[in-house]
């Protein structure tokens, strides 16, 4: 069974910080990893990696995959009170649906 | 940009009752999928649903449940007789297929209550 294990399970930082969220894994036939940012209600789709050592950016986030270690770690910047969310991993093994850890809380105050 | 989108977005219902949660997925998708999330759980999987057929299915996914894309456009999902352990919310996602990998991308969910 594909397993998703996230930490930690939550981080209270200031504004200016910079923090590095964890996502390890196992799974039968490793497909993607994926990072999701869930607020209020729904996934929000951020990256997907599929391939080992080539960090994926958007603006202050960055993700990086070891598929020898199955691990990944979200990065995240100069943190701004609305980076606060749950960030979510999943997995994409054999089958196409994917599989979710529980989540980091993320809380940044001002 | 196209997103995918959910009605309603907010479902009261008695046990027993039958429910349909009804979702577009943006339009050049060719796979979509159901998940739920209990409060204060993870997300689960439910359901894929490929070429007007089921692909795949989780254990959650029984008899009282079923999927249906009636019209080319709306992909729905029934609960023929609500248990109160159903209430959760219910996403419902589509994803285009590049290469092996699928990123799949969810819509607002639809917040189930069974009371």
């Known amino acids: 069974e594909d397993k998703v294990v996230q930490s930690p399970l939550s981080l209270v930082v200031h504004e200016g910080d910079t923090v590095t969220l964890n996502c390890s894994y196992e799974?039968?036939?490793?497909?993607?990893l994926l990072w999701y940012k869930q607020e209020k209600k729904a996934p929000t789709f951020l990256f997907m990696l599929?391939?080992?050592?080539i960090e994926k950016k958007s603006g202050r986030l960055s993700s990086i995959l070891d598929k020898k270690e199955l691990f990944s770690i979200l990065n995240i910047t100069a943190t701004q009170t609305g980076d606060s969310a749950i960030y979510l991993c999943?997995?994409?093994?054999?089958?196409?649906?994917?599989?979710f850890g529980s989540g980091t809380q993320l809380t940044v105050l001002p | 940009e196209p997103e995918v989108t959910q009605t309603p977005s907010h479902q009261v219902t008695q046990m027993g009752q039958e429910v349909i949660l009804r979702c577009v997925p943006i339009s050049n998708h060719l796979y979509f999928y159901w998940y739920r999330q209990i409060l204060g759980q993870k997300v689960e999987f439910l359901v894929s649903?490929?070429?007007?057929?089921?692909?795949?299915k989780s254990e959650i996914f029984d008899d009282q449940f079923s999927v249906e894309r009636p019209d080319g456009s709306n992909f729905t999902l029934k609960i023929r007789s609500t248990k109160l352990e159903d209430s959760a919310m219910y996403f419902c996602?589509?994803?285009?297929?590049?290469?092996?990998?699928?990123?799949?991308?969810f819509g607002p969910g639809t917040r189930l209550t069974v009371t």
């Open positions: 799974v039968t036939n490793f497909r993607s």
């Open positions: 599929t391939s080992s050592g």
């Open positions: 996602a589509s994803s285009y297929p590049t290469g092996s990998s699928y990123e799949q991308y």
């Open positions: 649903f490929y070429n007007n057929e089921i692909s795949e």
């Open positions: 999943a997995l994409t093994g054999s089958a196409r649906q994917l599989t």
